[in-house]
């Protein structure tokens, strides 16, 4: 009787634990996003104004600062959602990563994992398989934000 109640005890705390763990998603899950590679820094600080201000070419430079510099770099999906890009490809860093520092406010297609926790969705890139460059003039309208964002010569 008691190797029965200790067996239920063992099998309930494992369900426990995977329901509070989420096993079901520990693996994440597979999608194909389309999006703008943004900085989050600025895109979450509204540092420059607000969101209208860091999309698209008017940001672009700053983009590439701030992912050089260390900055989370995002994929600012076309429905809204941000996922934060913790790897490309095979790249053992998502700091400074010159595969994303190429691709900054490009709306790219990649193809990933995402592991959401505690409302944070988290993209593992497999490989971006289109890249439509820069698609947002933004600068048209609101010039290069921030204007010392571009080197002087
Ligand atoms: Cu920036």
Redo the contacts with the bound molecule.
């Keep these: 009787m008691k190797l029965k109640q200790f067996t239920r005890a063992i099998f309930c705390a494992a369900l426990i634990m995977s329901a509070a763990t989420g096993t079901a998603s520990a693996a994440g899950e597979r999608m194909q996003l389309k999006g703008e590679l943004i900085?989050t820094?600025?895109y979450v600080s509204q540092i420059?104004g607000g969101s209208d201000f860091?999309v698209g070419s008017a940001?672009h430079a700053?983009?590439v600062?701030?992912a050089a510099g260390g900055?989370p770099v995002g994929l600012l999906a076309e429905d809204g959602t941000i996922y934060m890009v913790m790897r490309v490809g095979k790249d053992s860093t998502s700091v400074a990563n010159p595969g994303v520092l190429g691709s900054m406010s490009h709306v790219v297609t990649v193809n990933g994992t995402v592991h959401k926790r505690d409302g944070i969705n988290y993209l593992f890139v497999d490989e971006i398989v289109a890249d439509a460059g820069i698609t947002k003039l933004t600068h048209e309208t609101v010039g290069v934000i921030p204007p010392f964002?571009v080197p002087q010569q």
């Design positions: 900085d820094w600025c420059m860091i940001h700053c983009a600062w701030c900055i964002a």
